[in-house]
């Protein structure tokens, strides 16, 4: 298949004086605004356990669907309201953060690795390499995900590190794919071709040379996969293939709570919300990143 | 793009958006029920679906059907029945009654349907449900004889699950053509399917028995709860079933809709690994079953749970099975003398286990009694960390290999048999593969039960099993389970107890 | 061009099969689909007669190579459950998923052309701002909570719309907004990027020159190439698609192959999934085909990549 993303290879704009970098944070404004957004985010989820007022996990079921403190019925213990056995769900949206970006970002690794090192063969070494990498390129992009993720969970049991490695096996080829193409580019310049010359060796000209010219479209990626991972995650526990109860995540107490819209719409409107805000945040971030790294990208 | 494309796109865009078509049935004439998965057959034999339990209902009959009201079996198109001997039961038949194709119903049909079920060579699902019957004579026109491997106590409850079909469609049609086209003898005639989408149904005016009200069924597959109750508050459905106990609330207070509940027979309960099928655990020591049983808050769930929705039963006997005993006294929440119990059997800190979960429309508002009642286990030490499956494929084929020891959540239906055989031999008797309880006591109990036919002695059986099951504590004992029903205000119907609707008993509502 | 051609159709018999083998080896390890044949209360000797009736008692590969060699001769076999061909029973269900599939895209190119196009003219103002947000807003939305938003606000309160079904084109607007509003993030992005790229070329510089109106040089000029990352994009999303289908499908109870793929795979009736995955798997593959092909014959540059 063919590939566009070859054409701006590595044209990296060079910032000149201070002049120009607070013009340009200016026009960043708001991929800095979302930054201090996220750093919110993370903070608390990383502080759940010192901010949040009550047990995630504790069930109380006399106190159940309690609506937010603000509605009549409400109780001011229980800010955002409780949940369908009545456990505390602001506590639960925190720890639930957690959950939601430890998903995010792990499997995100695990695909960008995958990705940056099979589209560094293929591009590198070219020829059977580059067409058996790309077969299986195409297959994973043609085969069903929700298969692939039913069997894995089928067979292994539907454990938080499990979710990681569907996710993150399933996403690979994205990288690979740019990765592949910008190798292709810059295997042809200058430096890379006196530096075979000198008789260095591939992986040098590999890890030296090529991957830091290719790694400024794989942060910007990585930083938007993020976001599309929480949004997988709930997708995955709408077909009821989420995260196991009762580890809160958000996707799967928005999966939990979408039959409680028409009476207790709390229940999944503030997971809902929270998965909003950060992937928001996350791709106006990304956005901004790309806009500073590389304003051609294509993504 | 140019902008001759955009206006290609958008006008096959608008082809497909006017492509429209409408049935020519009126809506008051016309009941919508909503299910959540389409039947892949109509050929109720040779499918795997509860579903299509329901559909043969509406359009076949059986040889015996069950009362609603006094949930006794009685006659349908078989109009009395007699043990001849332990082995023969002699049937005799209802006369002048037509299938839907005009053909009269006779006994050489009762036999063809039989031998079609029961050829192992054929891939009939129902093939188990009649294992025990041997043979099937045809006496004279409306006069069937069936001959059984051994005594089977069980034959007239059995008949209520086999639809009677026509010979002469087998015959001249064959398999591949029933699949699609039922021609039965019940209440109303299938006029369209569009797989996954609607059926339409048609009333039988040649029917035999009491005609139904409204003249048109319309079943529509709405795979999601969520969007069914929508539907149903917006007045696009009349009937679903299998309302959370926590969606109650939005269809009373609708204006559009009601809400029906009754008792079912299912009993929930968690199996608990007593035979050691999954290898050796605490649970084999009665103490800590018992002690498992006493921490359960199981009335307080019933009640701040499930709305009310749930019968207290003292062991997985529902009470509407035949054998039940009312006399023994459920397990009450004893958290000091569960703490007691385990101590004694050597865990006076508790300890940790796994308990497998799933969730499904059987058992209502089991996610949220499943946290519930963990909670409580764990109120008395028994610490559970909850491994759920949520898809009931891998769930049952966990059960059935016997890896889902030492605890998991089960429900079981009593494959609409109202009998405690049912229950007892399928999920208690050793060596079977839903049981993960062995004890030999109990096997001779429900095998004398199955041998004889004299209920008086049955029942007899039935309450030493009881007994010994609850006294040790076999497993984690909850409750039977009671159904819900969404129905359309304008319509007068309720849910009823075997779970199966019957759109022939569906009546307008007079305002 | 020939060559071209040669190779891609080689690749994509080798991607339909890898996809074959893959995902019949997964359907094998899932859970024995046995157990959703017997019933509750029968003999055990039911476990091994329907393992018998439908070939499980074969070794995998002798499975695989039945199916094989009876599916290159378009015969995928009958369904476990119904005894329907499934052939049939797919290509019954593929015409409402193609409707969804191009309303969607064409809700998802309604909204990212004007938007897209205003982003990039008005380049860093607060337009583009607004645009941007508005993108990534839809896409940080998980689809089903769109769609059952959307039933909640026109069915139910307004009674404006049909909650669900199949059928008149008001149960068409629910669905494709949704499925639109998954889409329509990527490719307004791709509409921007693509006409701030093409804006600065040399050729639209000459256009310019040449005394045209601004609006003249982005409409004829500029969309062509602005087009191309968007189509190769969302040929490539095709495959994600699917998986948005499969959520709009079974909220709207919209009567699509995706939903019937999905139940197949969760009652393991292996010969419906094994011919709907094929069958979409050669879709996608020769949908991105087309999509080289005619990238290729716009822009011969990228022949050289594939």
């Not at chain 1, 995540?249 to 939990?256: C, D, Q, R």
């Not at chain 3, 000797?45 to 199916?67: M, N, S, T």
Request: with cysteine.
């Amino acid at each position: 298949m063919a590939t566009l993303e070859a054409t701006h290879a590595g044209s990296m704009p060079e910032p000149t004086g201070l002049q120009s970098v607070r013009r340009r944070l200016w026009r960043l404004k708001w991929g800095v605004a979302a930054g201090v957004v996220l750093a919110l985010i993370v903070a608390s989820a990383v502080l759940a356990p010192s901010i949040a007022g009550h047990d995630p996990l504790r069930v109380n079921i006399r106190h159940r669907l309690v609506p937010p403190a603000w509605m009549s019925g409400g109780d001011a213990a229980h800010l955002l309201g409780t949940d369908q056995v009545g456990r505390d769900l602001l506590s639960r949206i925190l720890y639930g953060g957690r959950v939601s970006l430890v998903v995010g970002i792990a499997a995100v690794s695990i695909s960008s690795t995958i990705g940056v090192l099979l589209g560094l063969a293929a591009g590198y070494f070219g020829r059977r390499t580059d067409w058996a990498i790309m077969t299986a390129v195409n297959i994973m992009l043609t085969f069903p995900f929700v298969l692939l993720a039913l069997s894995v969970i089928a067979v292994m049991g539907p454990s938080l590190r499990n979710m990681i490695l569907v996710i993150g096996v399933a996403g690979w080829p994205i990288y690979c794919r740019v990765v592949r193409a910008q190798t292709l580019a810059i295997r042809e310049r200058e430096f890379v071709l006196a530096g075979l010359a000198l008789g260095m060796s591939h992986a040098r000209i590999v890890f030296r040379q090529i991957l830091p010219n290719v790694i400024s479209p794989i942060v910007v990626i990585a930083t938007l996969q993020i976001a599309q991972v929480i949004i997988l995650e709930s997708f995955l526990s709408f077909l009821g293939l989420g995260i196991q109860p009762p580890t809160p995540a958000w996707g799967n107490m928005l999966g939990e709570g979408r039959i409680y819209m028409l009476n207790s719409w709390w229940i999944a409107t503030f997971p809902g919300l929270a998965i909003f805000l950060t992937t928001l945040v996350i791709n106006l971030m990304g956005n901004a990143l790309r806009d500073w790294l590389d304003p051609h990208m294509k993504l | 793009m140019s902008q001759r494309t955009v206006f290609a796109v958008l006008s096959i865009a608008l082809v497909f958006l006017f492509a429209a078509g409408a049935g020519a049935q009126t809506r008051d004439e016309t009941i919508v029920y909503a299910i959540t998965s389409d039947v892949d057959t109509w050929d109720p034999p040779n499918s795997v679906q509860r579903t299509a339990i329901i559909f043969g209902y509406q359009v076949f009959n059986h040889l015996a059907e069950r009362d609603l009201k006094t949930m006794k079996v009685g006659p349908a198109l078989a109009v009395s029945w007699k043990a001849l001997d332990d082995t023969t039961w002699e049937v005799k038949l209802r006369q002048g009654v037509k299938f839907h194709d005009g053909s009269p119903f006779t006994a050489r049909d009762v036999k063809a349907t039989f031998d079609r079920v029961l050829d192992p060579t054929k891939k009939m699902t129902a093939r188990g449900n009649h294992a025990k019957v041997k043979l099937v004579e045809v006496v004279d026109d409306h006069t069937v004889r069936f001959r059984t491997d051994g005594p089977y106590p069980l034959f007239v409850e059995r008949l209520t699950a086999q639809v009677m079909q026509s010979e002469k469609v087998m015959k001249d049609k064959g398999h591949d053509w029933m699949q699609e086209h039922p021609v039965g003898t019940g209440p109303y005639k299938l006029v369209k399917w569009t797989r996954k989408q609607e059926h339409l149904l048609v009333r039988n005016d040649d029917y035999w028995g009491p005609k139904p009200a409204l003249k048109y069924v319309r079943i529509r597959i709405i795979p999601d709860v969520a969007t069914q109750i929508a539907e149903l508050v917006s007045g696009g459905v009349d009937i679903i079933k299998a309302v959370a106990p926590d969606q109650m609330d939005v269809i009373d207070k609708s204006g559009q809709a009601r809400t029906s509940s009754s008792p079912i027979l299912r009993t929930a309960f968690f199996q608990i690994d007593q035979a050691g099928r999954t290898g050796k655990s605490p649970f084999q020591d009665k103490r800590v079953r018992q002690a498992a049983n006493l921490a359960l808050d199981a009335d307080g769930i019933i009640k701040h749970v499930l709305n009310g929705l749930g019968d207290r039963v003292a062991t997985a006997v529902n009470p509407m099975a035949f054998g039940f005993d009312p006399s023994v006294k459920p397990y009450k929440q004893d958290l000091a003398k569960a703490k007691q119990l385990l101590a004694a059997a050597g865990y006076p800190n508790g300890f940790d286990f796994r308990i497998r979960t799933t969730i499904g429309t059987v058992e209502p508002g089991v996610a949220q009694t499943n946290e519930a009642l963990i909670a409580d286990l764990g109120k008395a030490g028994l610490r559970a960390q909850q491994s759920f499956i949520g898809e009931s494929v891998p769930y049952i084929s966990q059960v059935k290999e016997g890896k889902a020891g030492p605890m998991f959540n089960w429900s079981w239906g009593y494959y609409s048999i109202f009998d405690a055989d049912a229950i007892l031999y399928d999920v208690f008797t050793c060596g079977q593969v839903y049981s993960y309880y062995c004890n030999k006591q109990l096997d001779d109990l429900v095998h004398a039960g199955r041998s004889i036919l004299d209920e008086k002695k049955r029942a007899e059986i039935y309450v030493k099993a009881q007994r010994l099951l609850f006294d040790d504590a076999a497993y984690l004992f909850k409750w039977g389970l009671r159904g819900v029903w969404g129905i359309s205000n304008r319509l007068e119907y309720e849910g009823p107890r075997d779970e199966i609707d019957r759109m022939y008993l569906v009546k307008p509502r007079k305002s | 061009m020939k060559r071209f051609v040669g190779r891609q159709v080689v690749q994509l018999a080798i991607v339909i099969v890898g996809i074959s083998i893959l995902s019949f080896s997964i359907l094998h390890v899932i859970g024995d689909p046995v157990v959703l044949f017997v019933q509750e209360g029968a003999p055990k000797e039911e476990h091994e007669r329907f393992r018998k009736l439908l070939g499980l008692d074969q070794p995998v590969y002798v499975q695989y190579w039945r199916f094989a060699s009876r599916a290159v001769q378009g015969d995928f076999g009958k369904s476990w459950y119904g005894d329907m061909p499934v052939l049939d029973l797919v290509m019954e269900r593929m015409p409402p998923t193609i409707y969804l599939t191009f309303a969607g895209l064409a809700v998802a190119l309604l909204i990212a052309f004007p938007l897209g196009t205003l982003a990039a003219l008005r380049r860093h103002t607060i337009v583009d701002t607004f645009c941007t947000m508005v993108a990534v807003g839809g896409q940080a939305m998980p689809i089903f909570w769109l769609g059952i938003m959307l039933i909640i606000i026109f069915a139910v309160q307004l009674r404006l719309l049909p909650a669900s079904g199949y059928g008149t084109w008001q149960h068409f607007l629910m669905p494709a907004f949704t499925l639109g509003a998954f889409l329509a993030p990527i490719t307004m992005r791709l509409v921007r990027s693509g006409l701030i790229d093409v804006m600065s070329t040399e050729y639209i510089k000459t256009a310019r020159a040449k005394g045209l109106g601004e609006r003249m040089v982005v409409a004829k000029h500029a969309f062509r190439n602005a087009c191309i990352p968007v189509i190769t994009v969302l040929g490539l999303q095709f495959g994600q698609l699917l998986g948005g289908a499969v959520v709009t499908e079974t909220v709207f109870a919209w009567p699509g192959v995706a939903t019937l793929t999905v139940e197949a795979i969760r009652n393991q009736d292996f010969p419906v999934v094994q011919c709907a995955v094929v069958l979409l798997a050669l879709i996608i593959v020769t949908v991105n085909f087309i999509v080289d092909l005619v990238v290729g014959l716009i822009d011969p540059r990228v022949r050289v990549g594939a």
